[in-house]
């Protein structure tokens, strides 16, 4: 698996923790990705809603090109923390608190990696630390969090990658509660009449810089997409729908035997 490709799996993985409320596809402005530098990769543009849902993976080995999740090894660099306004820490506070009340969530995701190939799948967390997150087929990527570690599974090559969780920005965003000014670095926070959009950096001094951006709705803060720019100013984003935060994932979902679940 090549590096890139891991640090984008388990930052965009950092992101689906903070999957906080139902969010419907066809509310959410979906990208068309392309390779770009950072400083143009701030928005993505809106496209056809109603292409969301249907979405299905165009080849089999897409998802291993382009997780959703973004990893990156050793202690992050010292950060300069942001100067925010009263209004934009009320914000960041408001955002915390809604990601912070859910400690279960269920739903589906539609994923444009950069090279604009689109796949979906399913996932489930149970906080503090767990999430699987599955590609329908015919990927054979799933990805699991048991609390401890992460595990990124292609059952068609039957191999398993393990990472340790505390070295990802899940070990913020599965915790059981997140203080975004605290916890993260968050270098803007911006509001308008659709939506609210958080954007947090991690950068690592042998790595790069991973950004994540954060799309809610402005009304009701509900999340609708994030997006994942790596250190080579690649996106990767992810767009989600039919969440649910009363059902109950089962437990075995998060349990990490490779050998097992690899067929």
């Given at each position: 698996m090549a590096v890139r490709g891991v640090r984008t799996a388990i930052l965009a993985m950092a992101g689906i923790a903070l999957l906080v409320a139902s969010a419907a596809a066809d509310d959410v402005p979906?990208?068309?990705?392309?390779?770009?530098?950072k400083a143009a990769a701030a928005q993505p543009s809106a496209a056809p809603a109603s292409n969301a849902p249907a979405a299905a993976a165009s080849a089999a080995g897409s998802a291993k090109?382009?997780?959703p999740f973004s990893f990156s090894l050793g202690k992050p660099a010292p950060s300069s923390?942001?100067?925010f306004d009263a209004n934009q820490r009320a914000l960041?506070?408001?955002v915390s608190g809604y990601l912070s009340g859910v400690q279960t969530l269920v739903g589906n995701f539609v994923q444009i990696g950069p090279d604009g190939r689109r796949v979906d799948g399913t996932f489930s967390i149970q906080k503090p630390g767990k999430?699987?997150?599955?590609?329908?087929?015919?990927?054979?990527i799933d990805i699991i969090a048991d609390g401890s570690s992460v595990v990124v599974r292609d059952r068609s090559l039957e191999t398993a990658d393990f990472y340790p969780l505390s070295q990802t920005p899940l070990r913020y965003l599965l915790a059981d509660r997140i203080d975004l000014l605290r916890d993260t670095d968050v270098i803007s926070v911006s509001a308008d009449d659709t939506f609210v959009t958080v954007v947090i950096e991690e950068t690592q001094v042998m790595v790069g810089t991973n950004r994540l951006m954060i799309m809610f709705d402005a009304k009701n803060l509900q999340l609708k997409q994030w997006t994942v720019t790596d250190p080579q100013g690649l996106d990767t984003t992810v767009?989600?729908?039919?969440?649910?935060?009363?059902?109950?994932?089962d437990p075995n979902l998060f349990v990490i035997n490779a050998q097992s679940n690899l067929k």
């Open positions: 979906l990208p068309t990705p392309a390779p770009r530098g090109n382009s997780f923390a942001t100067a960041l506070d408001k999430v699987r997150f599955q590609y329908s087929p015919p990927s054979p767009a989600v729908y039919n969440l649910d935060t009363a059902k109950k994932p």
